[in-house]
């Protein structure tokens, strides 16, 4: 189902189902095998699956830019995000430069700070959201780690001016585009060479399963991602990859329900007394409002905000009932937690007040009166 004449919503229904065929499934069958007979294209469980391939396809097919139904975008899913971004880094060769941002998912700077701490990369962070100052922190560059928007600050960096320069410099540019979803973002769309998501998030929408994906119209660099896959044997689950995709299809309403209330929420929490600030990109005061606009095709269903102390942030947490105090993000139930509680945050210098709230899609005036309950 590659008709590029057909919009993202209907694409994610339709996209990854086997042919259409008189008694035929409708859906791809969880395949449970770890070998295949010999003489086909599959031979072992590493190399792939047609569960996995199914929901690849579908993922593929949203990431394909819609200007150009030429290129030929693949997708490779893996066991987690975080072994998504393992296969990024840990093939590059040692002594390689890598330019991360200041502040973002804190797995990927711990990450990135223990293959530093092993003498195998320099890594150069930098504000991502000052384009001038990431621009000078390319040169000699082997890989450019972008994320948008950021989690949980909500950054948005001007894409193509990065990933063009990454270009320039001979640098793969990744963009982890996670909070912003497939119906969000298209990083291949604004120049990147990976885009990567962890599909735990809101692809899944669950809270079920843990999945990863790297997608890429560079078929050497594609190449490159399936070999990282096989030989670290990062492969996810037949049954996590049936799930993954059974969440995809619902992944538009989802969002359309979880970001409206999600915007409505940042404007009662930006009014009550005991919030000091509020992140959030439906908000026109956003710093990068003008990126958010131009790169964003929704505004998302993450918020963080900060209280008037670390002790209210904790209060929160601990006296929400509807809302589950929890980490993670995406899920059809709204999760909220103090991100300061990671040493990884703290280390990026992440507000100690600062509370991350996943918005599910519960009825929105019941995340209100929880929230408000909660704060008094
Ligand atoms: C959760 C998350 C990851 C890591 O994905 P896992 O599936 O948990 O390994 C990476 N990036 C972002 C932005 C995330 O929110």
Redesign the pocket.
């Known amino acids: 189902m590659n008709d590029p004449r057909l919009r993202p919503e209907s694409v994610l229904v339709h996209a990854g189902r086997p042919p259409v065929q008189a008694g035929a499934a409708v859906n791809e069958a969880i395949t449970l095998t770890s070998t295949y007979v010999a003489g086909g294209e599959l031979n072992y469980g590493r190399d792939g699956h047609p569960t996995t391939a199914a929901f690849e396809a579908a993922i593929a097919a949203l990431e394909t830019p819609p200007s150009d139904g030429s290129a030929t975008v693949s997708t490779t899913a893996f066991a987690?995000?975080?072994?998504a971004?393992a296969a990024l880094v840990e093939g590059l060769p040692t002594g390689s430069v890598v330019v991360a941002p200041t502040s973002y998912?804190n797995?990927?700077r711990t990450l990135l700070a223990e293959q530093e701490a092993l003498g195998r990369l320099t890594i150069r962070t930098v504000d991502i959201t000052d384009t001038a100052a990431a621009l000078a922190a390319m040169d000699g560059a082997a890989l450019v780690w972008l994320?948008t928007p950021t989690?949980p600050g909500l950054a948005v960096p001007d894409l193509p001016a990065l990933t063009a320069a990454a270009r320039a410099a001979g640098a793969l540019s990744v963009v982890?585009a996670?909070?912003a979803t497939p119906l969000g973002l298209r990083p291949l769309e604004f120049g990147a060479d990976v885009s990567m998501h962890?599909?735990?998030?809101w692809i899944g929408g669950h809270s079920d399963l843990?999945?990863?994906l790297l997608s890429t119209a560079d078929p050497r660099v594609h190449d490159q991602i399936r070999r990282r896959r096989t030989l670290t044997g990062a492969m996810p689950g037949a049954l996590e990859a049936y799930l993954a995709l059974r969440g995809l299809r619902t992944l538009s309403v989802r969002l359309e329900r979880a970001c409206a209330s999600a915007a409505e929420l940042a404007t009662r929490l930006a009014a009550h007394p005991a919030v000091t600030s509020v992140a959030s990109l439906a908000d026109p005061r956003h710093p990068q409002a003008e990126r958010v606009s131009r790169l964003l095709r929704h505004r998302g269903a993450m918020l963080s905000f900060t209280t008037d102390s670390v002790e209210r942030a904790d209060a929160l947490c601990s006296r929400v009932h509807l809302i589950t105090h929890a980490t993670?993000?995406g899920g059809v139930e709204s999760l909220i937690e103090r991100r300061g509680r990671y040493d990884g945050e703290r280390a990026q210098h992440t507000p100690p007040e600062l509370v991350r709230l996943s918005v599910g899609i519960e009825h929105v005036e019941d995340l209100w009166d929880d929230l408000a309950q909660a704060l008094e």
């Open positions: 987690s995000g975080m072994a971004a998912y797995f990927h994320e989690n982890d996670t909070v962890s599909a735990t998030k843990l999945m990863g993670s993000l």
